[in-house]
Every structure is written in C-alpha cells, then in structure tokens.
C-alpha cells in the first residue's frame, strides 16, 4: 500500500478553520499519488502535485481524463502534460457519474466521517481512511 506523500502546505486568508484536502487520481480501481495539504486546490499546487507525483508514477503517454474544475485548465498544466507525451480528454461539465473518482471520494469521505468523531490524530484518521482506497 502506498503511503500518502508529503503534505504541501498552502495558506488560505480569510478561514477561520483550517481545511485539509486530498489530491488523487483514480487507475486501475485504486488511488494513485494522494497527497494531502492545507487549504483549497488551485493551479499552482496541483500542478506541483501533478509533476512531481502523480505523472512520475504513471505510464508515459497515458490518456488522462479530467473533469472540468478550473485549475485543471491552466496553460502551464497543459505543458506539464506534453512534457510527459500524456493526452488529455476532459469530461463533459456537470457529469460526476462519469467520474469514477468520485465514487472513491464518496467512499473515503464515508470512512472519515465514521472515524474521525474518535480519532486522536484527526489527519492519521484522514490518512488511513485515503490508505484504504490506494
């Protein structure tokens, strides 16, 4: 089982309360390169997430399909992309049924929620609960 990578660490102004999120992708039936951090994805960490995880860990040339969040967008992702000879096929917008990651998330989200009430180390709970899935 592959153990979520390093935590990149992103400030958000304005919260009140930290937000911890998990960035994956979904192959074969199981979660590939989860990392978590602090705040809310944008380019720049999933980029970052992209080029030193995710890409390194897959086939080259792989097709990837992406759903249409706005951060997948951005002119320097499609470069990482190329630079790895992946193509890249986006979802039609509003289509989570044909998102197969999304079903993972409902999963790990469903797993968090009944542990993390008695969980000492809220973000171990988060972790084992990511770890299940890879």
Not at 9 to 33: E, F, H, M, P
Not at 35 to 60: M, R, T
Not at 66 to 74: E, G, I, R, V, W
């Amino acid at each position: 089982m592959e153990e979520p990578r390093e935590r990149i660490y992103q400030n958000v102004s304005g919260s009140r309360r930290g937000r911890t999120s998990i960035l994956a992708a979904y192959d074969s039936d199981k979660l590939v390169a989860p990392i978590l951090f602090e705040g809310s994805c944008n380019s720049d960490v999933f980029n970052e997430w992209l080029e030193k995880y995710f890409l390194p860990a897959i086939k080259e040339g792989s097709v990837l399909i992406f759903d249409n969040a706005s951060f997948h967008k951005s002119a320097e992702t499609l470069e990482i992309i190329e630079s790895f000879n992946c193509e890249l096929i986006f979802l039609p917008t509003y289509s989570p049924d044909l998102n197969p990651i999304e079903h993972k998330w409902s999963q790990t989200k469903t797993i968090v929620r009944k542990e993390l009430p008695n969980a000492e180390n809220k973000v171990d709970s988060i972790c084992n609960a990511v770890l299940m899935l890879c």
